[in-house]
């Protein structure tokens, strides 16, 4: 490390399972960029106190956002973007020459990104996403910012599934949405079926929706990173449908951050 070294943070409460520190540290090495990441650990009480400080840090240039921060410093941000507004959530910040806060969320468009580059395409498909919580509605929002022909969306808590529906009916107010019940839900009129909730994450999670449901020539993606291949697309794959991994999402998100900080 040099004087001159850029300093990006992580900041997060729990902070040991975070793992952006030692990814984008050795992405900065195989770029030749001079940088590095260090891990922030940060309770909710004190983030405030912490991001201003962090302003008067010069060569402190932004940071990934994690729980249990993602809403809050939002209202830390002078200026946030779509996505960011949208979800009420920003996942990186950057500082203006000010020092002013810069807010994005990329978790829909690192989705719909990685979907594109596996040359899967979602341009007037009927696509179905089960979960409301703040990964999926990051997604909505994205996928119906990319010309899908219709969303249904099936949510354990169906308020929030209709909430939702609501906040995305505002943006596209020709658009059919439809919310379905998660015990009775139809998938074979859908082309792309998507888990966005966590469950898959525990071996001892029950598979989010049955795939025996869904079209044969169907794309079942999951955004699961861990483990790689869920009990959902194992099922998937073995009852031939075509399958998407969660950590395309997160993968191609390395590029909008690289964009979004102004460094590759
Ligand atoms: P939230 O806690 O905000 O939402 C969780 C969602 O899962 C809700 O829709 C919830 O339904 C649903 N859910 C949880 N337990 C059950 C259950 N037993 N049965 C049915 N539905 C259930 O989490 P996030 O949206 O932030 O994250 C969800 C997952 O997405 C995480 O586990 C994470 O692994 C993954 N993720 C992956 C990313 C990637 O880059 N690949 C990025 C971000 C997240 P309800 O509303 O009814 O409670």
Redesign the pocket.
Request: aromatic letters at 8%.
């Given at each position: 490390m040099l004087a001159t070294t850029k300093v990006y943070g992580c900041i997060a409460h729990p902070i040991d399972h975070v793992k952006a520190p030692t990814l984008f540290t050795s992405i900065f090495n195989k770029k030749n960029i001079d940088a590095v990441m260090i891990p922030i650990h940060v309770y909710p009480e004190n983030l405030e106190n912490v991001v201003n400080s962090l302003k008067l840090v010069r060569n402190f240039h932004g940071m990934t956002v994690t729980i249990p921060h993602k809403q809050l410093i939002t209202k830390l941000c002078k200026k946030l973007d779509d996505d960011a507004l949208f979800t009420g959530a920003v996942n990186w910040i950057k500082f203006d020459e000010e020092r002013n806060l810069i807010g994005t969320n990329f978790?829909g468009k690192?989705f719909v990104n990685g979907f594109h580059g596996q040359n899967f395409f979602l341009k007037d498909k009927r696509v179905c996403i089960f979960?409301?919580?703040?990964?999926?509605v990051a997604i909505a929002y994205a996928i119906t910012e990319a010309n899908i022909k219709s969303l249904k969306i099936v949510?354990?808590?169906k308020n929030?599934a209709f909430d939702l529906k609501e906040k995305l009916i505002a943006k596209h107010k020709s658009l059919r949405i439809d919310v379905s019940n998660i015990d009775n839900y139809i998938l074979n009129d859908c082309d792309v079926i998507i888990n966005?909730?966590?469950?898959g994450?525990s071996e001892s999670d029950k598979i989010?929706f049955d795939v025996s449901k869904t079209l044969g020539d169907s794309i079942i993606a999951d955004?699961?990173?861990q483990p790689k291949e869920t009990k959902l697309l194992k099922k998937a794959k073995s009852l031939g449908r075509s399958i998407h991994y969660?950590k395309y999402?997160?993968e191609s998100q390395i590029d909008l951050v690289g964009q979004f900080l102004e460094i590759w």
């Amino acid at each position: 490390m040099l004087a001159t070294t850029k300093v990006y943070g992580c900041i997060a409460h729990p902070i040991d399972h975070v793992k952006a520190p030692t990814l984008f540290t050795s992405i900065f090495n195989k770029k030749n960029i001079d940088a590095v990441m260090i891990p922030i650990h940060v309770y909710p009480e004190n983030l405030e106190n912490v991001v201003n400080s962090l302003k008067l840090v010069r060569n402190f240039h932004g940071m990934t956002v994690t729980i249990p921060h993602k809403q809050l410093i939002t209202k830390l941000c002078k200026k946030l973007d779509d996505d960011a507004l949208f979800t009420g959530a920003v996942n990186w910040i950057k500082f203006d020459e000010e020092r002013n806060l810069i807010g994005t969320n990329f978790d829909g468009k690192g989705f719909v990104n990685g979907f594109h580059g596996q040359n899967f395409f979602l341009k007037d498909k009927r696509v179905c996403i089960f979960g409301a919580g703040g990964a999926a509605v990051a997604i909505a929002y994205a996928i119906t910012e990319a010309n899908i022909k219709s969303l249904k969306i099936v949510n354990r808590d169906k308020n929030k599934a209709f909430d939702l529906k609501e906040k995305l009916i505002a943006k596209h107010k020709s658009l059919r949405i439809d919310v379905s019940n998660i015990d009775n839900y139809i998938l074979n009129d859908c082309d792309v079926i998507i888990n966005a909730t966590s469950l898959g994450l525990s071996e001892s999670d029950k598979i989010p929706f049955d795939v025996s449901k869904t079209l044969g020539d169907s794309i079942i993606a999951d955004i699961i990173m861990q483990p790689k291949e869920t009990k959902l697309l194992k099922k998937a794959k073995s009852l031939g449908r075509s399958i998407h991994y969660g950590k395309y999402m997160i993968e191609s998100q390395i590029d909008l951050v690289g964009q979004f900080l102004e460094i590759w």
